[in-house]
């Protein structure tokens, strides 16, 4: 699976870069993938509907250009 994720930013990356852009994550989880998007953008916005899962996104994976918000994507 992590070489998926992997080869998922690469292949991103290739067709639009995530430099100085202003990201939306829609279903976050605990922010293991959030924290490597954040690396290659401004501001990352990660939106997950599990509450715990956005405490343990904010306490195991912050980033000073993360915000984690609790919501769901309808």
Do not use: W
Request: with cysteine; net charge positive.
């Amino acid at each position: 699976m992590k070489r998926i994720e992997e080869d998922f930013l690469y292949k991103l990356e290739m067709e639009v870069s995530l430099r100085h852009k202003k990201v939306l994550e829609i279903g976050s989880g605990n922010g293991a993938q959030s924290i490597k998007i954040a690396r290659r953008c401004e501001h990352l916005t990660a939106l997950e509907p599990n509450l715990s899962k956005v405490v343990t996104a904010k306490n195991m994976n912050s980033a000073p250009n993360i915000e984690y918000c609790e919501g769901k994507a309808e």
